[in-house]
């Protein structure tokens, strides 16, 4: 019997043969940013809470935040289909190189930059885009898509990414679910998911020229359809763990100064809020009064579904 | 006094037309605090709703009906989808028009240059456009407001003040449940004081859950001001092209239902088994099912399936996800935080079922069964297969 997945495999070498013998025109290659951020470990066993409910964070382990993980995922999609060159960057402490190995496992990224400094230290979003921003133009390589996640678990701001975006003239196009990009007219297809307070579900699809920005919504989904694309998928999977294993190779780190930046755009001092205070949700009053019933108690359950019988009295009754 | 910064801006939502429920909450706080402000202060400042879009001029009298003072409206059929660009360009223009600044209130025209407070929607528009807008403005932003009160703050601050005591003046307290929803933080917006890096940060802003505040009751013999802003519409900033959209079914429904079977990290001995046991549960009786926001971070390793069918932010009830007002509410395992309980508080009849009777959730319901769910859930299916039938629409 033929082996197909050899026949297929050597196929696709023959492919990336002949795109060898073409030489690459500059406007033929495709560069991807994608920031990222180390965020507590929400994963059980991981994380830790505090009697009263709150995240231990002393006691919770760290790791890439899962919508960054989400926007790794949709740099290895342009890796894939494009051959794109990834990067992958953020700003934090010098741990947060192992959020950027992580990433570097999913995008196959080529570079990893890390920006960390004290200086950094508390900055609000604005301030923290101010680095990023910084940073993205400091790369040789003029960026032509640049990927957020959805919003830090965190901080849960979301603001990140657009603020970033804002500064740097790029587009921004947020929610997005899917995407792809002609590299002959250097333009972006994306579909949008846009839910809004008591009004159906919208996808919406938008075209725009490169550069843009592109915060990942937490449904976007890669799809590698045809052969080739899932033999380049696992060509580059490939790569992508051997890249991880030796990620100190490819990481870059940069202090204020290296990176350039102005320091009182950054950190506290580039930071117009900040958190006045934290306090513990007070105890609301109690707004129903609770019949506390025994649940190992058959006859007590009786009552109670008798009593959700009533609550929903438009049902059928027996 | 001369004060560079005035009135509350209220960037209003709609869809080609109708508004948003959210345009008309903030409008109602807004008023609210404003009242409170203008009677504190002894001033007369505005609440000015700002709106975007294409032939909209006749909707906008109905924001003065309910609350604004001030209706700032732009016109124009490039604005007719909303995209990102130039609807933060438009929206700068409007904050830093001191012609129309200066026609909401005559007395203190010439000296005001922006708002003093910005209001926008915590949702999938108005979160990014809070973001570009208040780049653009060089200011701060909190998101996902759920409180705001207006006070003079007094306080030394290491890098805000240089560590000298300073009187910050009509000062907006922002507060937003943290992510576990035990926690509250009150974000501000100051202006640096401290000689080393002065600069002033206004407005103050913030995005506002839809779904938090009450609007007011619609008054037609309210009266206000409706101002036409001609935008600047420049050709780079409209290079987005909308090609198409498409209304989707969500795969969670949370409006539909009578009964919503929730569940929260309770779960965790036996993840799996338990949200089986759950799926029982809400099948017997219908039901949708909703899980808390901790569970959309995915905090178990569970089966494939069950992960992407539940553990995911579309199901989540609570500020940060939905609100319900279900008839009937079961909340299985769930400890009942603030950001959750906001989701689930307005339901009809509400059992929980939980062994901690100290879990704040007792007092946001109408029984609790003390009890663990492994033991519970089986005799209720048990009853409910007894006495309650479902009949299928």
Redesign the interface.
């Known amino acids: 019997m033929v082996d197909l997945f050899k026949v297929m495999k050597a196929l696709n070498n023959q492919i990336n043969f002949f795109k060898l013998e073409v030489t690459p025109t500059l406007s033929d290659s495709l560069n991807i940013a994608v920031i990222i951020k180390l965020e507590p470990d929400f994963s059980e066993g991981n994380v830790s809470y505090n009697p009263d409910g709150t995240l231990n964070r002393a006691e919770t382990k760290n790791t890439l935040g899962p919508h960054s993980g989400i926007a790794a995922h949709a740099a290895f999609f342009g890796r894939v289909m494009y051959d794109a060159k990834v990067f992958i960057l953020t700003m934090g402490p010098p741990i947060a190189d192992l959020a950027l190995q992580q990433a570097q496992q999913i995008s196959d990224a080529e570079e990893l930059h890390l920006y960390s400094d004290r200086l950094f230290a508390g900055a609000d979003t604005l301030g923290t885009a101010e680095v990023l921003r910084v940073g993205i133009e400091k790369i040789q390589q003029k960026m032509d898509i640049v990927f957020s996640g959805h919003r830090a678990s965190d901080g849960e701001t979301g603001q990140t990414g657009p603020q970033t975006a804002w500064k740097l003239g790029f587009t921004f196009l947020g929610n997005v679910i899917s995407y792809s990009v002609d590299l002959e007219t250097r333009t972006i297809r994306a579909k949008r998911l846009i839910s809004l307070q008591g009004s159906p579900n919208v996808v919406e699809e938008v075209e725009a020229p490169l550069p843009v920005f592109i915060s990942i919504d937490p449904t976007y989904k890669s799809n590698y359809n045809a052969v080739s694309q899932r033999l380049a998928f696992e060509k580059y999977q490939k790569e992508a763990i051997q890249r991880a294993q030796n990620f100190k190779d490819y990481l870059k780190v940069f202090n204020a100064k290296e990176l350039g930046v102005d320091e009182t755009l950054v950190g506290l001092p580039g930071s117009p809020t900040i958190v006045y205070k934290v306090e513990r949700v007070p105890k609301s009053t109690a707004t129903r009064r609770a019949e506390v019933i025994d649940g190992t108690d058959p006859e007590q359950i009786r009552k109670v579904v008798t009593k959700m019988k009533e609550a929903l009295s438009a049902m059928v009754i027996k | 006094m001369t004060e560079k910064y005035r009135h509350l801006y209220v960037v209003i ?1 709609h ?1 080609d037309g109708e508004f ?3 345009s008309f909450e903030m409008i109602g706080e807004a008023r609210r605090l404003l009242d409170d402000f203008n009677s504190k202060y002894s001033l007369n400042e505005k609440v000015v709703a700002v709106i975007l879009g294409h032939n909209i001029k006749d909707i906008s009298k109905k924001l003065i009906e309910y609350g604004a003072d001030v209706v700032i409206f732009a016109d124009n059929p490039e604005l007719k989808d909303i995209r ?2 130039i609807y ?1 360009k438009v929206i700068c223009q409007i904050a830093q028009d001191t012609k129309s600044l200066g026609e909401i209130q005559p007395e203190y025209a010439g000296e005001v240059k922006k708002p003093r407070y910005m209001f926008f ?1 915590a ?3 108005g ?2 456009l ?3 807008v ?3 403005l ?7 407001i759920n409180q705001l009160v207006i006070e003079d ?1 007094e ?1 030394s ?4 003040t240089g560590g000298k005591k300073e009187t910050y003046e009509k000062t907006l ?1 922002m507060y937003r ?14 202006d ?1 004081k ?1 000689p ?2 002065q ?1 002033d ?1 206004h407005p103050q802003s913030c995005s506002i859950i ?2 938090v505040f009450e609007p007011l009751k619609p008054d037609s013999s309210r009266e206000g001001k409706i101002i036409e802003f001609t935008p600047t519409i420049d050709e780079k900033d409209l ?12 795969v969670v429904d949370f409006d539909t239902p ?2 919503i079977v929730s569940f929260g990290r309770g779960i ?1 001995e036996n ?1 799996e088994q338990n949200i089986r046991l759950i799926e029982n549960l809400a099948k017997e ?1 219908n039901a949708e099912i909703g899980v808390t926001l ?1 569970i959309s ?5 569970v089966n494939q399936a069950l992960d992407s069918k539940y553990m ?3 199901r989540v009830i609570g500020t ?1 996800g939905h609100k319900t007002s279900a ?2 509410y079961v909340a299985v395992g769930v ?1 009942g ?2 950001q959750h ?1 906001w989701g689930m ?1 307005d339901s ?6 939980n062994p901690d ?1 100290d879990a ?1 959730i ?11 769910m492994e ?2 859930i089986p ?2 299916i ?3 297969k ?6 299928e629409a």
Not at chain 2, 138 to 144: I, N, T, W
Request: aromatic residues 6%.
């Open positions: 939502e869809e948003l429920p959210v990102n660009t933060t929607a949702d999938s528009i979160r990014h809070s973001s570009t208040l780049v653009e060089e200011s701060g932003l909190a998101s996902d703050i306080m601050h290491q890098q805000k307290k449940p943290d992510f576990s929803g035990f926690l509250w933080t009150t974000i501000l917006c100051l640096n401290n080393a890096f600069r940060y839809p779904g290079k987005v092209k909308v090609l198409s959209r498409q209304i989707i079914k969500s009578r009964t965790k993840p009786l901790p971070k995915k905090p178990y390793s995911i932010p579309d940060s008839m009937l400890s935080a603030m309980v508080k009809g009849f509400v059992v929980a079922i009777e704040p007792k007092d946001e319901c109408d029984i609790f069964i003390k009890g663990r033991d519970v005799l209720l048990e009853e409910i007894k006495q309650i039938q479902i009949v």
